[in-house]
């Protein structure tokens, strides 16, 4: 399972109303890759002990966030999801505890501390889904539903918006279901084939042009028993 997470939710522990501000630690310069060149994409596989760390509603949303939109601050982030900074503050603080996010020193102003995600992806092996700990796979099933949840929201907002987008972008996007009658290893081979299809357009476009967006893609593929 790719998705380009305590087993069971934690409540955010309570904060001041008005949180102090967070000193961004200094941080080694990072080599940049230069303007138009590609890079291979990072992605994080999950083991029990980050899945743990990962498998909260508002810890996945923060990552994603962070992820599709950039550095943030916790402010930031609070705004745009409805959330208190100090329930985004701690969250993020989590996330970073387990290296999902870390510092992003080169956009604050002061006392401001700007975060950033540390992947691109977020994998994890069929293991995890049969693990002994019935905490775990509490986890991975949190992981899969909070996931789920953010597909069926971003697709909803895009059919509350399509009508504000041009006629090329509109016409271009697309909402299709098929059933087949497959064997599991066509079913492997047959998102194989597919995340190779889509990872091949990842690296067609790298600058901010007028004339490009950024696009979701979900791949949604399973059996069902047929009545």
């Given at each position: 399972?790719s998705?380009?997470?305590?087993?069971?939710?934690?409540?955010?522990?309570?904060?001041?109303?008005?949180?102090?501000a967070?000193?961004?630690?200094?941080?080694?310069?990072?080599?940049?890759?230069?303007k138009?060149?590609?890079?291979?994409?990072?992605?994080?596989?999950?083991?029990?002990?980050?899945?743990?760390?990962?498998?909260?509603?508002?810890?996945?949303?923060?990552?994603a966030?962070l992820?599709?939109?950039?550095?943030?601050?916790?402010s930031q982030?609070?705004e745009?999801?409805?959330?208190?900074?100090?329930?985004?503050?701690?969250?993020?603080?989590?996330?970073?505890?387990h290296?999902?996010?870390?510092?992003?020193?080169?956009?604050?102003?002061?006392?401001?501390?700007?975060?950033r995600?540390?992947?691109?992806?977020?994998s994890?092996?069929?293991?995890?889904?049969?693990?002994?700990d019935?905490?775990?796979?509490?986890?991975?099933?949190?992981f899969?539903?909070?996931?789920?949840?953010?597909?069926?929201?971003?697709?909803s907002?895009?059919?509350?918006?399509?009508?504000?987008?041009?006629?090329?972008?509109?016409?271009?996007?697309?909402?299709s279901?098929f059933?087949?009658?497959?064997?599991?290893a066509q079913?492997?081979?047959?998102?194989?084939?597919?995340?190779?299809?889509?990872?091949s357009?990842?690296?067609?476009?790298?600058?901010?042009?007028?004339?490009?967006?950024?696009?979701?893609?979900?791949?949604?593929a399973?059996?069902?028993k047929?009545?």
């Open positions: 399972m998705e380009h997470d305590d087993p069971k939710p934690e409540a955010a522990k309570p904060e001041a109303a008005q949180p102090e967070e000193v961004a630690k200094p941080e080694a310069a990072k080599p940049e890759i230069p138009g060149e590609p890079r291979e994409p990072r992605e994080r596989t999950l083991d029990a002990h980050s899945l743990r760390g990962l498998a909260h509603p508002l810890r996945i949303r923060l990552l966030a992820r599709h939109d950039g550095p943030a601050t916790a982030l609070g745009r999801l409805g959330e208190s900074s100090g329930a985004t503050s701690y969250h993020l603080r989590q996330l970073a505890a290296g999902f996010v870390e510092d992003a020193p080169e956009h604050g102003k002061g006392r401001e501390r700007w975060w995600a540390t992947h691109d992806g977020t994890f092996t069929e293991e995890l889904h049969h693990d002994p019935p905490e775990v796979r509490g986890a991975v099933n949190l899969m539903h909070e996931i789920a949840t953010i597909h069926t929201q971003e697709l907002t895009w059919l509350g918006t399509a009508s504000d987008w041009p006629d090329e972008w509109s016409t271009s996007s697309d909402m279901d059933t087949l009658r497959l064997t599991a079913l492997r081979e047959l998102n194989e084939k597919a995340h190779e299809l889509i990872e357009y990842r690296g067609l476009a790298h600058t901010e042009a007028d004339d490009t967006a950024q696009v979701r893609v979900h791949l949604h399973f059996p069902r047929s009545h």
